[in-house]
């Protein structure tokens, strides 16, 4: 079995695919080329980076127009360097 590891400082995050058409109130179709990318993903790997904030499973915000699509069997992943990484995001319970 292949899998991917992340190396220097990287890590592997998995893209979901959200292929669902967005409708305006008006009824007018956005196609996927234009609706606006959410640049959160689910971490998959990290390389052996000391002290990190994040591990496999986590959810993270990333910078915008960072690291490298890949391919990968069936899959879409990104690879980024650590410090891409902006947020880790939590659920907490509210007040």
Do not use: C, H, R
Request: charged share 25%.
């Amino acid at each position: 079995m292949k899998e991917l590891q992340p190396i220097n400082q990287n890590v592997l995050l998995e893209l979901s695919e959200d292929n669902s058409e967005q409708t305006t109130a008006s009824g007018i179709i956005i196609p996927e080329s234009a609706q606006e990318k959410q640049e959160v993903a689910k971490v998959i790997a990290i390389s052996n980076i000391e002290n990190a904030e994040i591990a496999p499973g986590d959810e993270v915000l990333y910078k915008q127009f960072s690291g490298t699509q890949i391919d990968f069997g069936d899959k879409k992943y990104l690879l980024l360097p650590y410090a891409e990484i902006l947020s880790k995001i939590v659920v907490t319970e509210s007040i």
